[in-house]
């Protein structure tokens, strides 16, 4: 199975309580501007994953099985709107 990388971007902060909070601002396929993010400010970090290379066809299906729930739900209100 072929895998690419994907570089989340995170900031570190200060929480209320003193502890460190790390934020996700960001998601790249580019390893220089992950590298450009963290270089801009010693708070901020990237972590690197690795994704299945086909990744695309991945988020097709899921599209495809959230617009067919979105149609089901349309379908059984106007059911529920017909029996009343």
């Known amino acids: 199975m072929e895998t690419t990388n994907v570089?989340?971007?995170?900031?570190?902060?200060?929480?209320s309580r003193g502890e460190v909070v790390r934020k996700n601002v960001g998601v790249t396929f580019s390893l220089h501007e992950a590298e450009n993010h963290q270089d801009k400010d010693i708070s901020n970090e990237f972590e690197t994953f690795?994704?299945?290379?086909?990744?695309?066809?991945?988020?097709?299906?899921?599209?495809?099985?959230?617009?067919?729930?979105?149609?089901?739900?349309?379908?059984?209100?106007?059911?529920?709107?017909?029996?009343?």
Do not use: K
């Open 7 to 15: 570089y989340v971007l995170m900031t570190l902060s200060m929480g």
């Open 50 to 84: 690795q994704i299945v290379a086909n990744w695309h066809e991945d988020v097709a299906t899921t599209n495809l099985v959230v617009a067919m729930r979105e149609f089901t739900g349309m379908v059984r209100e106007m059911q529920e709107e017909a029996l009343r």
